[in-house]
């Protein structure tokens, strides 16, 4: 099992920056992969990126160069640069540690609000 600790959300302005970090309670490296999901009010939960074990890449189309998922594995942190920010950005982010063989461990969220 695996503890994730989301950190860095916040309230900011519309077309302002966010970094999310995810820390890992133990090496993100034998993950097969990572990833950011969301949760906007009332909608169901939806990914935002992900990055495998080799550092592919994948964002959702809604995100799409604005932001970027990246990971340390020295610091067992995986985080998501959120730029150009949305009001319809505004959700839960979630963090999930995916490896096989293990059910998906998920952190507590850290609450985004854009304001427009």
């Known amino acids: 099992q695996v503890e994730l600790v989301e950190s860095g959300g916040g309230l900011v302005q519309a077309g302002g920056s966010l970094r999310l970090s995810c820390a890992a309670s133990?090496?993100?490296?034998?993950?097969?992969?990572m990833g950011w999901y969301r949760q906007p009010p009332g909608k169901q939960r939806e990914m935002v990126a992900t990055?495998?074990?080799?550092?592919?890449?994948n964002h959702a189309d809604s995100v799409k160069g604005r932001f970027t998922i990246s990971r340390d594995n020295a610091k067992n942190t995986v985080y998501l640069q959120m730029n150009s920010l949305k009001s319809e950005d505004t959700a839960v982010y979630y963090c999930?540690?995916?490896?096989?063989?293990?059910?998906?461990?998920w952190g507590e969220g850290t609450l985004v609000t854009v304001s427009s």
């Open positions: 999930k540690y995916s490896r096989q063989f293990m059910v998906d461990q």
């Open positions: 990055i495998t074990r080799d550092g592919t890449t």
């Open positions: 133990r090496s993100i490296v034998s993950a097969k992969y």
